[in-house]
């Protein structure tokens, strides 16, 4: 079975250190410089925001991008493109930092969905409040997982139900 991921040890503080201590994407943190996300207006995603950065391999560094390569046939990404609530319209689930205009950072998980050729709209947004660390996401077929780990055994699992998404433990 593939392993899922949490971001519960580093969101609340409980990680162990022991073997991890050395993991290049437990030490990153990104600085949010861009003020879109694809068409979308960082305001249009959340009106606190200033800045976002969305994670993707062209801004990882050579040492957190070779561990995410390595577990890569687990299913790491860092978007994905799906229908992940069967309506038919193209989804995007993507990871990524944030700065509020008071200063706070945070990372976020951001689902758009595309209303028409190249224009998409917030679907869903997570955030999670503290250092703009590294995430990503673990896909196995329908099934996203939401990791800021990648030797974690455990995850946030993002859900459509009840007409909305939601993410479960």
């Known amino acids: 079975m593939i392993a899922r991921f949490l971001l519960v040890a580093v969101i609340l503080g409980t990680q162990d250190v022991g073997a991890q201590e050395q993991a290049a994407f437990l030490r990153v943190r990104y600085v949010p410089v861009e003020d879109r996300i694809d068409s979308?207006?960082?305001?249009?995603i959340d009106r606190s925001w200033s800045r976002v950065l969305v994670l993707r391999k062209t801004n990882q560094s050579e040492e957190v991008l070779r561990e995410v390569k390595?577990?890569?046939s687990f299913g790491a990404r860092f978007s994905v493109d799906g229908d992940f609530n069967g309506d038919g319209k193209p989804?995007?689930?993507?990871?990524?930092?944030?700065?509020?205009?008071?200063?706070?950072?945070?990372?976020?998980l951001l689902v758009l969905t595309e209303l028409k050729p190249g224009v998409w709209r917030k679907s869903f947004l997570a955030k999670f409040k503290g250092e703009p660390g590294f995430s990503i996401l673990f896909v196995e077929g329908a099934t996203i997982d939401f990791a800021t780990c990648l030797r974690c055994d455990a995850g946030l699992r993002l859900v459509w139900a009840r007409g909305r998404y939601e993410l479960r433990r």
């Open 40 to 44: 979308v207006r960082v305001a249009d």
């Open 70 to 72: 390595a577990n890569e």
């Open 91 to 108: 989804d995007k689930a993507l990871v990524g930092v944030y700065q509020e205009k008071s200063g706070a950072t945070g990372r976020f």
